[in-house]
């Protein structure tokens, strides 16, 4: 059984720094994508960065890019996501997605598991 358990959110001053945590257990190969994703209040889920396993091949939505950075731990098969930067707009609560697959579109939809989410809270 996939698990994904996400840890390292909170409340922060606008221009801070967060790092979050994705471990993941339970996949049968080492050849998985892990994305992270955002969801605010009444809005939907948004991809916000994503890194496959295999080559440490990243991507990132235009609302991050160069703020954050999605980086691998695979010998903890931890993900981290540095978010630097912090805006309030970046309020929302993150979830860690996992798929078997090498490589996904940061479309929530298209991915297999999923986090219970951690809150990130950015005050003005």
């Known amino acids: 059984e996939v698990q994904l358990v996400e840890s390292g959110g909170g409340l922060v001053q606008a221009g801070g720094s967060l790092r979050l945590s994705c471990v993941a257990s339970g996949f049968l190969s080492d050849s998985y994508t892990i994305g992270w994703f955002r969801q605010a209040p009444g809005k939907e889920r948004l991809g916000v960065a994503s890194i496959a396993r295999s080559d440490g091949s990243t991507y990132y939505a235009g609302s991050v890019k160069g703020r954050f950075t999605i980086s691998s731990d695979n010998a903890k098969n931890t993900v981290y996501l540095q978010m630097n930067s912090l805006k309030p707009e970046d309020t929302a609560v993150y979830y860690c997605?996992?798929?078997?697959?090498?490589?996904?579109?940061?479309?929530?939809?298209?991915?297999?598991?999923w986090g219970q989410g951690t809150l990130v809270t950015v005050s003005e």
């Open positions: 997605a996992a798929d078997s697959a090498l490589w996904v579109d940061l479309v929530a939809t298209l991915w297999e598991y």
